[in-house]
């Protein structure tokens, strides 16, 4: 998969070390540790200046570049 064009595709592939990744890839087949985990979260939420439930990311297992996951990014963009 080509990530250049894609940024939420880039950063995932950048914290799991990885340039393979499919669109079908789980976070859990990221194969990320806990604090990775959090290292990419915090990412994503700076790059698309948005919040993202912990809980919620903890507990995620659609793939990473699936639908919701990339409507959840952009509908809870931060104001200002």
């Known amino acids: 998969m080509a990530h250049g ?3 939420l595709a880039s950063l995932v ?6 340039g393979d990744l499919r669109p079908g890839t789980t976070i859990e ?3 990320l540790s ?3 985990r959090v290292e990419l979260m915090v990412a994503l939420e700076d ?3 948005t919040r993202i ?5 903890a507990e995620a297992r659609e793939p990473v570049g699936a639908p919701a996951a990339r409507r959840a990014l952009v509908g809870h ?3 200002g």
Request: without cysteine; charged residues 30%; negative net charge.
């Open 29 to 31: 087949e990221l194969g």
């Open 5 to 7: 064009a894609d940024p």
């Open 77 to 79: 963009r931060a104001s």
């Open 13 to 18: 592939a950048k914290y799991a070390g990885r």
């Open 34 to 36: 806990s604090l990775e």
């Open 53 to 57: 439930d912990e809980g919620a990311f």
């Open 47 to 49: 790059a698309f200046h």
